[in-house]
Every structure is written in structure tokens, then in C-alpha cells.
């Protein structure tokens, strides 16, 4: 889980009007979250800026997860404090909210550690956003909205206004029911919603309108989807996929985070029957001991998930997993952490990350007996994270000489570079091939593998050549080159 600060230009923001800065943490649905509180701001006047200086609404989108990024939130809010306190000297006011899991699980809280904090906005009650703004800067004091509605804040917060690129995010659940005893997310972002596929369909619609070609699909828990369908029936996950299948435009699906227990069926169908679904599948497992399995309250076994890693690759034989880790979890012995190398050995993943177990008030591991030593959380991570690097400098370096689609997102580092992402989502760089292939799919050749990256070069003629059909936007091609390359490999 990476920290990132996106700016969101707004799309219909008026000349000299009131700024927005927005610094987002944690996860894709934060993101997106940041990506909605922006353009439902854009309305009240709000224009979007990346000069945190010039802002003068300050609104820190945060995660809740793991200790370190709550502490980070208040460092920051330290920093904010001052730059409140210099701007008020001139005059001008500046206006701070805590938004996402941090603001939600700390709630009042945060106005008593950090005082100069104005709005505190939990991830239900994001499309109240301008009036709880309007209600601070009518000097109304301080505003805490921390309850889950009932209604879904889906129906009330504008559909995107900024087109967000090449590749886009659509959350289509939220909330999780599963109550791992490590985790907040069940307190933070509450129980398990999906939104109305034809919501989902319809939005889908609109980014490729908008020049999505791939749409990683977004939830806590995105395959416990079980949303409303067009026909009256309860969608999972492999239906909804179906169904965007459809969209001529979408060259590529994904979606994430999702839990091993709820990969039903129809979802394994979906990645053997669609082309667009990608080989990529990030499918946490947290720990490969049974014994721990049980103590996270995960409803599986290790045996279970490699059975299941079996089952997507029959379906899907060019699939590769990633996965989230924990060590040191209460309880966890030298053995229950052999099982994990075990079952990473097992397995096999393309990537994955890990984390040091981090007790989070109000869950049930943060209070359990067992807790381990700090110094052997770090060796653990390290042994864990060595075996996981290894595997994945391994799996890049099994791309070396493999022909397989590439959709071309943007400019590489270097001039006459493009850039993009394999099926299995890693970056791929090529050198001297022309800038009309940006959002469109085409084959390349592996080159070179290195660590976190690939560099390769285009592999049909045909996709160098000025007027070639990959370049076209409307061209029908005899076959889609991300399905033809499918049937070649
Ligand atoms: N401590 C350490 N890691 C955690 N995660 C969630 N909660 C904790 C915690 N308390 C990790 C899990 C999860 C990922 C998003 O973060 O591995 O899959
Ligand atoms: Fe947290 Fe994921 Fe477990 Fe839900 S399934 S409680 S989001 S770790």
C-alpha cells in the first residue's frame, strides 16, 4: 500500500475562485474517494491546486491501516498548523480537513490532538463535503460527521467530472463483514455495500467514453460484490465482469483487493472466458500457517489457497498471483512463519507486499496475547521479503524473449521512449516507437528484465508504421491485437 498525493484538476472550476488542495494516503479507493471530493467541491466554486501554499481548503484524505500511516497524518497536521497560523497573520484564512479511515476511527480525537484541524469527513458522508465546508466557513466552528448513513454516498456524489486517463479506477463496493482480527477497515469504512450494476455499467460507459481503455474495478472486499442487477437478480463479481466485457472500447478489466473465500465459480469463469480480464490477480493470503489462518479469523486454510491458486490457473494458465503478508500477527511461532515461506515457495507470486503486524486500537489482535518481540517482526520481514523479491526478479526475468499485449498509458523517461503496463501489470518501457500508440494495445518482445520494470520492443512491424491500425481509434482490427496476442501465446 504506497502514500500518494493526487491533485485532481476540477473540470468546470470558475476563474478566481477558492482552493482546493487535497493529499491523498493509502489505498486506490482513497484515490478515487479524492478523486469525487474534488469534483463535488468544483461545484461550490473549488478549483484544485498542487500549491499547498495557495490553498485555501487543506484536506488530508487519509488511511487508517497500519499505525505508521495514522502517526503520518499527524505529523503532517503539525506542519499544516503552522502554515495556518503564518497565513492568518496575513490575513487569510485556511481551512484544514481530515477526511478517509483516520478520520473516521479517531473522529474528535483529531480536533483534540490537532486542534487547528477545522472538519473532520468519514468515507460515508464525502457528498456532504461542501456543505460542511460551507458550514466551517461560516464560522460555525468546527464540524465532525463520522456516521454511516443509511443512504449510499454513490447516489449523491457527482458522477466523475475529469476524465482520469488511459486507465481508470470504479469503485463498486465498499465496506467489508469479514472482521479480520489485524484490521480496521469493518470499523473505518463499515459494512459490505455494492452499488447497482447498472450504476457500475453505466459509469464504465462513461470513462470509455472519456478514453478509459482498461478499468481496474475497486472495493475493500471487491469480490464479495453482490449488487443489484439490470434484471432484478443479485450480481457477483464474474457477472458484473461480463457485462463490461461488452464495452466495445475497454481493452482490459482488473479488479482489487479481493478475499480468497469469496472467489466463487462464476468469477474463475470469468478469467478463463474473458480476454479482457487480466492474468494478474492480487489475492491476499496474510499467512501460509493454518494455526494463524485461524487466529486472523481468515475462513480458510493454507491448503484451501493453494488449491485455489491451482483452480484460476487451470481456468487461466498464464495467471500470476501477488499477495499481502503479515508477520508477526499475536501468537505467531518460528513455525507458523516456516508455513508462510512454505506456502510463498508453494505457490509462487509475481509480487507481493508484506508488513510487520501493527496493533490498531479496537481490534480483536490488539489486545490478544502472544504479541511479538519488535526485533522479530524485523527479522521475519526481512527472511519473507528476501524469498518475495527473489520470486518476483525471477518472474520478470521469465518474460525475457515473451511476446504479450502491451496498453501503451503515456511518454516514457526517455525521448522517443513510450510507456505501459503487461497483463501482469508491470511497467513496460519501449524505445524509438511512435507517440500515436499511446492508449492503444500492441504486441511487444521482452528485451531486458529488471527489478521492478521491463524494457521491450514493439514485435509487430505493422504497430511502427505511420497509419497503422493499432493506431486508429476506430479501427475494428480483424481481431482485437490484445486477443490475437492471447491466442498466439
Ligand atoms: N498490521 C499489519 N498489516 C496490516 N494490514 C491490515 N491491517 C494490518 C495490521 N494491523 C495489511 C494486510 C492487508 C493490507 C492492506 O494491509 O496485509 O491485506
Ligand atoms: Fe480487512 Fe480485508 Fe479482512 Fe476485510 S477481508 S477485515 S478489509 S483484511
Known sequence: MSEQSVITPA????????????????????????????????????????????????????????????????????????????????????VIGVTGCVAQAEGKEILRRAPAVDLVVGPQTYHRLPEMVARVARAAG?????????????????????????????????????????????????AEFSRPAAAVIAEAKRLAAQGAREITLLGQNVNAYHGEGPDGAVWGLGR??????????????????????????????????????MPFLHLPVQSGSDRMLRAMNRGHGAAEYRRLADRLRAARPDLALSSDFIVGHPGETAEDHRASLDLIRAVGFAQAFSFKYSPRPGTPAAGAPGQVAEAEKEARLAELQALLREQQDGFNRSRLGMEFPVLFTGPGRHPGQIAGRSP???????QDAPAALIGRVAPVRVLAAHPNSLSAALADPRAAAPGSPYHSPHHEPDANPEEEERARA
Request: glycine share 4%.
Open 424 to 430: 501482469w501489470l508491470q511497467p513496460v518501457h519501449v
Open 240 to 277: 458484473l465482469l461480463r457485462a463490461l466485457a461488452e464495452i466495445p472500447d475497454l481493452a482490459r478489466l482488473r479488479y482489487t483487493t479481493s478475499h480468497p473465500r469469496d472467489v466463487d465459480d462464476a468469477l474463475v469463469a470469468a478469467h478463463r472466458d474473458l480476454p479482457q480480464l
Open 142 to 190: 468546527t464540524v465532525v460527521e463520522t456516521d454511516f448513513p443509511v443512504e449510499a454516498k454513490f447516489d449523491h456524489l457527482p458522477e466523475a467530472a475529469a476524465p482520469q486517463g488511459i486507465t481508470a479506477f470504479l469503485t463498486v463496493q465498499e465496506g467489508c463483514d469479514k472482521f479480520c482480527s489485524f484490521c480496521v477497515v469493518p470499523y473505518t469504512r463499515g
Open 11 to 94: 473540470a468546470d472550476a470558475k476563474p478566481n475562485t477558492r482552493k482546493v488542495f487535497v493529499k491523498t494516503y493509502g489505498c486506490q479507493m482513497n484515490v478515487y474517494d479524492s478523486e469525487r471530493m474534488t469534483d463535488a467541491l468544483s461545484k461550490d466554486g473549488y478549483q484544485a491546486t498542487d500549491v499547498l501554499e495557495d490553498a485555501d481548503l487543506v484536506l488530508l484524505n487519509t488511511c487508517h491501516i497500519r499505525e505508521k500511516a495514522a502517526e503520518k497524518v499527524y505529523s503532517e497536521l503539525g506542519r499544516l498548523r503552522e502554515m495556518k497560523k503564518a497565513r492568518a497573520k496575513d490575513g487569510r484564512e485556511m
